[in-house]
């Protein structure tokens, strides 16, 4: 099974920037799609963006557009959310998930990271 793990979380004023990593080993992790993920408590869980095997493509939702960043580098096994100009709705833990593309072993299991908190105040 894979292994997840988010690192990066912490306080940020608003406006700020702040970098996420996510580090996945026991796979190839050119092979898995890799999604950030946010939850606020008593709130869904939302998805934020996420990156493809293929290409790099990337998708975000609208309300980060414009101001996050996913990238991979699959040399460091290692996806990454870049967060710009933060806002107090942005607070939340964050997790990363990856799932399995059509040529990995686990082809669209999905294996979650235990989230890293992400904290926006004045």
């Known amino acids: 099974q894979a292994n997840v793990e988010e690192s990066g979380g912490g306080l940020v004023q608003p406006g700020g920037s702040l970098t996420l990593s996510c580090s996945v080993s026991g796979v190839t992790f050119s092979l898995y799609d890799m999604t950030w993920y946010r939850q606020a408590p008593g709130k869904a869980r939302e998805l934020i963006a996420n990156i493809s095997t293929s290409d790099d493509g990337t998708h975000y939702a609208d309300s980060v557009k414009g101001r996050f960043t996913i990238s991979r580098d699959n040399a460091k096994s290692t996806v990454y959310l870049q967060m710009n100009n933060l806002k107090f709705e942005d607070a939340a833990v964050y997790y990363c998930?990856?799932?399995?593309?059509?040529?990995?072993?686990?082809?669209?299991?999905?294996?979650w990271g235990q989230g890293t908190q992400v904290t926006v105040s004045s």
């Open positions: 998930k990856a799932v399995g593309g059509p040529y990995s072993l686990y082809h669209g299991y999905e294996f």
